[in-house]
Nanobody, 128 residues
Framework: QVQLVESGGGSVQPGGSLRLSCVAS????????MGWFRQAPGKEREGIAT????????YPNDSLKARFTISQDNAKTRLYVQMNNLKPEDTAMYCC?????????????????????WGQGTQVTVSS
């Protein structure tokens, strides 16, 4: 099992930036993908981007990649998401997740049900 802990959320004005962090522990060698997801009130959980822990390749959500960028540390235990030009519609709970299975399509790589290990999340609120 993989344990994940997010941090860095908070309140920010429209146009602002935030950087979220996720720390992984436990059976980290079992991970194939580590990703960021978000869920706004009344909406389904949405994939932001994910990274293959084996190859380092990043798979972004095309609708968010202009403003959201993920990165990972060399030890592959920390995952970050840099969020720029934030908008009120970005208000959501942001969660880090890990997949312990190989995923073969971009749809699956950004699909929340493919990820079994989840952090508690960190709230991001964008308002003036």
């Amino acid at each position: 099992q993989v344990q994940l802990v997010e941090s860095g959320g908070g309140s920010v004005q429209p146009g602002g930036s935030l950087r979220l962090s996720c720390v992984a522990s436990g059976d980290i060698n079992s991970m194939h993908y580590m990703g960021w997801f978000r869920q706004a009130p009344g909406k389904e959980r949405e994939g932001i981007a994910t990274i293959s822990t084996r190859s380092g390749k990043i798979y972004p959500n095309d609708s968010l990649k202009a403003r959201f960028t993920i990165s990972q540390d060399n030890a592959k235990t920390r995952l970050y998401v840099q969020m720029n030009n934030l908008k009120p519609e970005d208000t959501a709970m942001y969660c880090c997740a890990a997949s312990r299975s190989p995923l073969y399509s971009n749809y699956d790589r950004l699909s929340p049900p493919r990820y079994l290990d989840w952090g508690q999340g960190t709230q991001v609120t964008v308002s003036s």
